[in-house]
């Protein structure tokens, strides 16, 4: 069964741009989690999708938002991007978690350079 | 608001020594995970620990969890230099509908030969 998968891998951008990173999960997995990894801050908590609808948040801005489709794949835009921007994107997908928690498997990553 | 600690955040140590790193949170949880990431890497899953009192062991690395002191530890066995990466735990915490993962900042181990 293929791993959860992420692209782009890489990305420079400039500050002020907005950018899409997108996130395939595992087959069969309907949630959906992203995390931000930065030096200074760790490892955060962004937001989780499950059926299209986002569940839960963290404490992000708004110019962090996100978006499931019907196939599960989702994407996360961030807006106005800021040098502090600069991260390791994870995405992590788990089976159906509405009523339980299942383990979370995460994909390779985006890291995102802000220029 | 929960918060979980890892203790030291830095480790050097010699190769064939032992070393523990611990892993304390601030709520009832009862599920905990350890990753090892390499540098420029993503999360590579260790352990998953699902209740109280469980032990797990892969190779030089042991993992348990003890829910009622909130409290979970990597023992580490006669470190080699293959170790060397950075270790996090993230204890898994239960929202309304689904779950999120809220990580410790992490142990760098470095296994000096």
């Known amino acids: 069964k293929a791993g959860v998968t992420q692209t782009p891998r890489y990305l420079i951008k400039t500050r002020g741009q907005q950018v899409t990173l997108s996130c395939s999960p595992i087959s069969g997995h309907r949630s959906v989690s992203w995390y931000q990894q930065t030096p200074g801050q760790g490892l955060q908590f962004l937001f989780e999708y499950f059926s299209e609808t986002q569940r839960n948040k963290g404490n992000f801005p708004g110019r962090f938002s996100g978006r499931q489709f019907s196939n599960s794949r989702s994407e996360m835009n961030v807006s106005t991007l800021e040098l502090g921007d600069s991260a390791l994107y994870l995405c992590?997908?788990?089976?159906?978690?509405?009523?339980?928690?299942?383990?979370?498997?995460f994909g390779p990553g985006t890291r995102l350079t802000v220029t | 608001e929960l918060k979980v600690e890892q203790n030291p955040l830095f480790l050097s140590m010699q190769e064939g020594k032992n070393y523990t790193i611990y892993c304390n949170y601030s709520t009832t949880s009862d599920r905990l995970y350890w990753y090892r990431q390499d540098p420029g890497k993503s999360l590579e899953s260790l352990f998953v620990?699902?209740?109280?009192?469980a032990v797990k062991q892969e190779g030089r690395l042991m993992a348990s969890l003890d829910t009622k002191a909130r409290l979970s530890t990597l023992h580490i066995t006669a470190a080699v230099h293959d170790l060397s990466a950075t270790y996090f735990c993230a204890v898994d915490f239960l929202m309304e509908y689904g779950n999120k993962l809220v990580f410790g900042a992490g142990t760098i181990l470095r296994v000096k030969s």
């Open positions: 620990l699902l209740s109280n009192g």
């Open positions: 992590a997908s788990s089976l159906d978690g509405r009523f339980a928690t299942y383990e979370q498997y």
